[in-house]
């Protein structure tokens, strides 16, 4: 678990960096004059760089030891945050989003792939929920802490998230030893996509973090009701969701060690469904929001760790094209939500409360497609997904 700390350190601050924008919308938006919408797509571009660049890059630092693409990639981090927090205009900030972006997409695939191959095969359920765990905590505490320091300034936030990298790096560069895994070209980390079981896990895992998104990236529009415009309470609504996404977490690791993976996801999807499609019944009350972010937030905190287990399952010798596959997966669902609920609120002309209805939709598609692709029979030895060029030729 040493070992696996800082992995999850570096995880935590691009959880941190990718979440905290969202909660910090209204600020940001009147600090660099645009619409809500607008500074909303700060989130979608920043999550679809994330999802475009981390094969590419992937690609390109496969032949360097893990500890050293953590290194560039939390360099590039740290300096994209740094200049989004020295930023006054809308255009400087959006190119450091990207910047921050490619650093960040390198760090979620890197930490996930490394923490698989330092795991024995009985515990890796639990070793990549503790490295993504990072991520979790981010929503639990790093979220509602960011919204708190910003919300005098919403600039510190992300001078506080470059510290957090920093220190990331520094424990990596102190602490992890060099992990070589096979290097791997692009066109081996995209051969995976011409798999059917493959493409159907991955749009599974896209589809349900649109569905989130698409309410998330504008929750705070979404909860100015109840909260009253209260940066604090905003960000103990969001601690409730944080804790519920670090409980379905932890919970998700151990359930994966012990049950298929398939059906460990199904009854999160429901429930996520469900609370999306009673956002506005069930946000009526401070105490009831909640009770609806602890139990959506719970339903969540499922979902990545049985789609990652799966995956390696499929292709254990491909495990770190397949899990940055994923985290691609992952954050084009968000920008895709994030650019869905701009355009529902423009083109409907609705409040950002009904959000809870088109986000619920496409949660149940979600659950819809992860039923029907469950119910296919996985091979009983499946044919291991080439990493290297040699292996395809295999």
């Known amino acids: 678990m040493r070992r696996l700390l800082p992995l999850a350190l570096a995880?935590?601050?691009?959880?941190?960096?990718?979440?905290?924008?969202?909660?910090?919308?209204?600020?940001?938006?009147?600090?660099l004059r645009v619409s809500t919408p607008a500074a909303g797509q700060l989130v979608t571009v920043f999550a679809l760089v994330m999802a475009l660049s981390a094969p590419v890059m992937g690609a390109l630092t496969s032949g360097l030891d893990r500890r050293t693409a953590l290194l560039i990639a939390l360099s590039v981090f740290v300096v994209g945050n740094a200049v989004t927090a020295l930023g006054t205009g809308y255009a400087v900030v959006m190119i450091a989003r990207v910047v921050t972006a490619v650093g960040a997409g390198m760090i979620n695939s890197a930490a996930s792939s490394t923490a698989g191959a330092i795991a024995p095969p009985e515990r890796r359920g639990r070793a990549l929920a503790f490295v993504l765990g990072g991520l979790t905590l981010a929503t639990a505490s790093g979220l509602p802490l960011g919204i708190l320091i910003g919300r005098t300034d919403w600039h510190v936030t992300l001078w506080a998230v470059a510290g957090v990298g920093l220190v990331a790096a520094l424990g990596i560069a102190a602490g992890l030893p060099k992990v070589m895994l096979p290097a791997a070209s692009l066109g081996d980390r995209l051969r995976p996509l011409k798999q059917g079981r493959v493409l159907a896990l991955l749009a599974v895992t896209t589809l349900a973090f649109l569905g989130?998104?698409?309410?998330?990236?504008?929750?705070?529009?979404?909860?100015?009701?109840?909260?009253?415009?209260?940066?604090?309470?905003?960000?103990?609504?969001?601690?409730?969701?944080?804790?519920?996404?670090?409980?379905?977490?932890?919970?998700?690791?151990?359930?994966?060690?012990?049950?298929?993976?398939?059906?460990?996801?199904?009854?999160?999807?429901?429930i996520a469904a469900v609370a999306l499609a009673l956002t506005s019944v069930a946000t009526a009350t401070f105490v009831s929001t909640l009770a609806?972010?602890?139990?959506?937030?719970?339903?969540?905190?499922?979902?990545?760790?049985?789609?990652?287990?799966?995956?390696?399952?499929?292709?254990?010798?491909?495990?770190?094209v397949l899990l940055g596959l994923n985290s691609s997966a992952i954050y084009i669902g968000i920008a895709l939500g994030g650019g869905l609920g701009g355009l529902v609120q423009e083109w409907f002309a609705i409040v950002p409360a009904a959000l809870g209805l088109p986000a619920a939709g496409v949660t149940t598609l979600a659950l819809l497609y992860h039923l029907t692709t469950a119910r296919r029979r996985t091979p009983a030895a499946p044919r291991p997904i080439p990493s290297t060029p040699e292996q395809a030729e295999a």
């Open 11 to 31: 995880t935590f601050a691009v959880g941190t960096d990718s979440y905290v924008i969202a909660g910090l919308l209204p600020a940001i938006a009147t600090d």
């Open 212 to 270: 989130a998104y698409t309410l998330y990236t504008y929750i705070g529009p979404v909860l100015r009701d109840v909260t009253g415009g209260s940066e604090t309470l905003l960000a103990a609504v969001l601690l409730a969701w944080g804790i519920g996404v670090l409980a379905g977490n932890i919970v998700a690791g151990r359930l994966v060690d012990r049950h298929d993976p398939a059906h460990v996801l199904t009854g999160p999807l429901v």
């Open 292 to 320: 609806w972010a602890a139990i959506w937030g719970a339903a969540l905190g499922v979902v990545v760790v049985p789609q990652q287990h799966r995956l390696i399952a499929l292709g254990p010798a491909a495990a770190p």
